[in-house]
């Protein structure tokens, strides 16, 4: 089973960090990114938002580390692990300036990134960026398929509706042929957008039941990835049933990849979780 883990540190969701967090910065993020490095872990997450509105960030809270600048440190202190951004908010970029940024960091990274995408929901971050929310879904579309021309390309060329560009030099670029698309969302409609145009799918806020039933009436292409979270942190060198348990789950219900979160009291005792997950998750099937 391969696993990837949900960062600590990077976001303070209600509800969904643990105390350590609070006091925590780059230096216990790294730790934690090299141990997995070491352990094999497939991946790490960052989100983006620029600026949550104060009475929202009551509910999704407010800290959201920048994906870019946090994976640049992390790609210095690892040598494999991937790097999934999950997700950035497609209408908030041109999607050449996601090829030149998100392209260089594959290549100072050596090839490491994943580009987790979604159309986003909130209308007030929109605005502040002079986005546009109406119509997001169609735009997000024409960006998936613009960016999957330009990431890999010197000269990428492209024509659609809302994006077009040619005659235009993109130095560095990204050095993977086919850099990953993971489509973020919870509707039908963004799994037919990650089947369509992604290589992955990132669903949240979905029950189990529900999910399996999703991709079940779904054509799957070869090698799509359904990255799917285990749910509440868990805590495998305490209870490695209920550990056990939850990873089969979300592989009974589809998962390709399986994001998780530990239950920590430190980034140390974090790491030491990661380690016996490592252990006990290797002989599931």
Do not use: N
């Not at 990953?180 to 509707?187: K, Q, V």
């Not at 799918?201 to 990255?227: H, N, S």
């Amino acid at each position: 089973m391969r696993l990837g883990i949900t960062s600590p540190v990077v976001t303070a969701v209600p509800g969904a960090h643990s105390p350590w967090e609070r006091g925590a910065g780059i230096e216990e993020l790294a730790t934690i990114a090299e141990a997995a490095d070491r352990l094999g872990f497939h991946h790490l997450t960052c989100s983006e938002h620029v600026a949550v509105p104060a009475d929202i960030a009551e509910q999704r809270g407010a800290t959201y580390w920048d994906p870019l600048a946090t994976f640049g440190h992390l790609a210095a202190r690892t040598r494999r692990i991937r790097f999934a951004t999950q997700v950035l908010v497609l209408g908030y970029h041109h999607p050449l300036a996601i090829a030149k940024r998100y392209g260089t960091l594959d290549r100072v990274s050596g090839g490491r990134l994943v580009l987790g995408l979604g159309v986003g929901s909130l209308q007030e971050e929109f605005a502040l960026l002079g986005a546009e929310f109406e119509g997001r879904g169609a735009i997000a579309d024409d960006a998936i398929a613009a960016l999957r021309a330009g990431l890999s390309r010197r000269e990428p060329s492209y024509h659609g509706e809302h994006f077009a560009y040619e005659g235009f030099v993109v130095e560095p670029h990204a050095v993977q042929e086919r850099v990953p698309l993971w489509i973020g969302g919870r509707t039908g409609r963004s799994l037919r957008r990650a089947v369509s145009l992604g290589d992955g799918w990132v669903p949240f806020g979905l029950p189990l039941d529900r999910l399996g039933a999703m991709l079940a009436d779904t054509e799957l292409p070869e090698g799509f990835e359904v990255v799917l979270s285990a749910g509440r942190p868990l805590d495998p060198s305490g209870d490695r049933a209920r550990t056990e348990a939850a990873l089969r789950r979300v592989a009974e219900a589809g998962a390709t990849l399986v994001s998780v979160s530990l239950a920590a009291e430190s980034a140390a005792h974090y790491v030491e979780q990661a380690e016996a997950l490592a252990e006990l998750a290797l002989p599931l099937p």
